[in-house]
Structures are given as C-alpha cells and as structure tokens.
C-alpha cells in the first residue's frame, strides 16, 4: 500500500488541480494549472502532463514508480471507455479523455465525474470513512450526488447513479436545468437558497448576496432569512430521506460551501431528516459536514485509480 503512487486530476472549470497521492492518501506534491477549455483537450493534457512529470521530478520521484491517473470531470461519461460524451461547463463534447490522458502520461487512466470521485475521497479520506454506504451531497450551484458502497462508487449502468439533485421533490416546482420541475437542486442548492433570499427582499452588505449572508443574517435574528434557510432544509431532508429509504446509508456526507454554516445548517438537517425518512434508516445513518473541501476531487481520482489497479 505505502509503495503505491498515482496522480490524481480533478478538472475543474477554471483550474485543473493535480496531485502525486500515495497509498496512505498522503499527498507528495500538488499543483494546479489553467483549465482554458476553449484551447481544447489535447493541449491541456499535454499541460497537465508536463506539470506531473516536472511535479514528480521535484518530489524525487521516478515517472515509472506512478502507477496511473485518476481523473474527475463535471461531465456525462462512458467510465469503461474514459470517454467524455458533454461536459456543459468545459463546451467539449465526444472526446477520448483517458485515450488522450493514456497517450500523454504513458499510465492506466480512469476517468468519473466529480461528484463520484469526491465522495471517494471523502470516504477514503475525509468525514465517509470507514462507511458502508455513503451518500454524498454537495450543495453547489447544483446539487451534486455520489453512492461509495463496500468502499467503491457506485455508479449504475450509464453513470447516473447518485443525480440526487434531480429527484423531484416539489409538484409543480420551479423549471430545473433538466427539463423537469420541483427538483430537489431547484430547492436546495447554494443557488436556489439565494435566489430564495432574494425574492424575499433579503440582500447582503454590499448589495450583493451569498448563503453566508443568509446564515449571518439567521444567527442576527433575521426572521425572513431564518424561514428561506428553514424551507431550504426542509426540502433537503425530503431529497436526502428519499435516498437514504432507498440505499440505507451509515453516512451522508454534506459537502460544499454551505456547510461552512456549521451547526446551523447540520442541526436542524438531522432533525428535519429524522421525521422524514424511516425510523430504522434515520437511526443509523450520521449526517455530517465534508472535512477534505475542495482537495476530496483530486484525492479521491486518485484512490480510484489505485484500486482499480489493484484488482488487475
Ligand atoms: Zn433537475
């Protein structure tokens, strides 16, 4: 396990964070690249191979002792094939990934979408160890979803497995970015916690308005905002209990900015999730915070290209 080494490549819209993980999660070294996706994929694989090999050469470290790349992308993916059918956020469509990852670092390559590989990490690394079944949300612009069962992502037969964001939850709610209505992510995102304080009249110091500002205008007493956050969290507990009756979890990993709220966010979220799921699924299953932020990508791509190595 300690002699293992993979990179781990978490392809974000701005950057591209890249990490020299051995077998214990420790990081060797880390680095970060501009995405620029308009340049296309071939040049930053080629950018993102450079600054590896260059990172692996200042870390000491043989190009031959890294056994592959792990790689997480916000996409719609053919895993077995590493193959990127539309990343909305990047505009690229239909490209080989792990070919051209392949073809440029000379090392197995797995690709998933980063939901998966962060609730990896956070299993491997962060608030999901040692879980049986772990469902992992992230409250982002979206709200992003990943199962880890038995250690491993569990990703259904086209890698839809986890779209928590997108269980209806409110008839005749608001237009998702799906197509459909009421979803979940229409409720309960960061976004949508926003959009919700503004409608109802509340904006932040300087005109502008975050969830922070909601929470810090909650803990002041501010009743309009208590009541946006209070509706935000019913409906999570609503999503969150729809798929904790369905995989009967021990953990769910809340990650995201918001849970910088603490408390006041988890609290009433376990009270909320106790009276909407089954007794006997609330009663083992711990709702907690993320604790790796934004590093769970780059750590968990490179756990799940160390295991997958493993059982070759
Ligand atoms: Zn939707």
């Known amino acids: 396990m300690n002699g293992q080494l993979a990179l781990g490549i978490d392809i974000g ?40 090999k260059s990172m692996a050469q200042s870390a000491g470290v043989a190009w031959d002792d890294v056994q592959g790349a792990g790689v997480g992308i916000a996409a719609f993916l053919d895993v077995e094939r590493g193959w990127v059918e539309e990343s909305v956020n990047l505009h690229w469509f239909d490209v080989p990934l792990g070919e051209l990852f392949t073809k440029e670092l000379g090392k197995p390559v797995r690709v998933d979408n980063d939901a998966n590989v962060a609730a990896l990490g956070e299993v491997w690394l962060g608030a999901g160890q ?50 459909h209505h009421g979803c979940l992510e229409t409720l309960s995102s960061a976004t949508a916690l926003v959009r919700h304080g503004k409608a109802a009249g509340l904006s932040g110091a300087n005109g502008d308005l975050d969830s922070k500002d909601i929470f810090d205008m909650a803990a002041a007493g501010n009743e309009t905002a208590q009541a946006v956050i209070d509706e935000m969290i019913h409906w999570l507990a609503v999503g969150l209990s729809i798929g904790a009756n369905l995989l009967n979890p021990d953990v769910i990993v809340i990650a995201g900015g918001v849970v910088n709220a603490g408390d006041a966010l988890i609290e009433p979220l376990r009270a909320a999730f106790a009276k909407e799921a089954l007794l006997r699924v609330s009663r083992v299953c711990k709702i907690v915070p993320a604790t790796l932020g934004s590093q769970a990508g780059v750590l968990g791509a490179a756990r799940l290209v160390l295991q997958e190595i493993q059982t070759i």
């Open 13 to 52: 819209g701005t950057n591209v964070k890249i990490a020299l993980v051995n077998g214990n999660g420790d990081v060797i070294a880390r680095e970060s690249v501009p995405t620029a996706p308009e340049r296309g994929p071939e040049v930053l694989c080629k950018s993102v191979a450079e600054t590896a």
């Open 130 to 179: 040692n879980a049986n079944t772990a469902l992992c949300v992230t409250l982002g612009t979206g709200v992003g979803g990943g199962i880890v069962i038995g250690g491993r992502i569990h990703r259904g037969v086209s890698t839809m497995a986890g779209e928590i964001g997108h269980i209806m939850v409110k008839n005749d709610g608001e237009l998702c970015n799906c197509g």
